[in-house]
């Protein structure tokens, strides 16, 4: 074990991780008190408690996640081949009827969970139907998420999209635009 300094904080008690991906989405879930991370080469991590200092690889699949979220009763990881959803964070298994796509983020609205894509924005009430994606909207939304009703995608271009109903998702000028 370590123990160092950093900008006055001392750190004692912890190891060097020994997973060498790239981590790219982490939630911390009040409904079962742990943090899930996930990464690429498939790898979902959960750590109980919000202090937490260690995390136990939960899962290895033959994707990269991106992207996780959650509500009061599952948790769903989405990545560049599938989805997966646990209940406990333990325990992952791939949701049914979802084909293979490059899913690149997820965010729950309160209602349903939103999934962006390469071929657009994608809706999914409960596991048990199958994703509905939104007609018109706009491809390659590498981020998604809500603020204040307001739906914001950026694709992966740098442009950003904005909408209040996720039907209708207008161009915002920025600089690449």
């Known amino acids: 074990m370590k123990t160092e300094v950093f900008s006055g904080f001392v750190f ?23 943090w899930i991370t996930v ?6 991590y959960k750590g109980n408690g919000i202090g937490a200092t260690t995390f136990i690889e939960g899962v290895s699949q033959d994707f990269n996640y991106k992207s996780i979220a959650y509500n009061s009763d599952i948790m769903v990881a989405v990545g560049h081949s599938g989805m997966s959803k646990s209940v406990d964070g333990k325990i992952w298994i791939n949701v049914p009827g979802v084909t293979s796509n490059e899913y690149n983020s997820i965010i729950w609205d309160e209602n349903k969970f939103i999934v962006s894509s390469h071929i657009g924005i994608h809706t999914l009430n409960s596991l048990a139907d199958s994703l509905s994606i939104i007609t018109g909207s706009p491809t390659n939304i590498n981020k998604i998420s809500k603020f204040n009703d307001i739906y914001i995608g950026i694709e992966t271009s740098g442009n950003v999209y904005h909408s209040f109903n996720l039907e209708n998702c207008e161009l915002r000028p920025t600089l690449n635009t």
């Open 39 to 44: 990464g690429e080469n498939g790898k979902i």
């Open 12 to 34: 004692q008690g912890y190891a060097d991780s020994t997973y060498t991906g790239t981590f790219n989405d982490v939630i911390y879930n009040p409904y079962h008190d742990c």
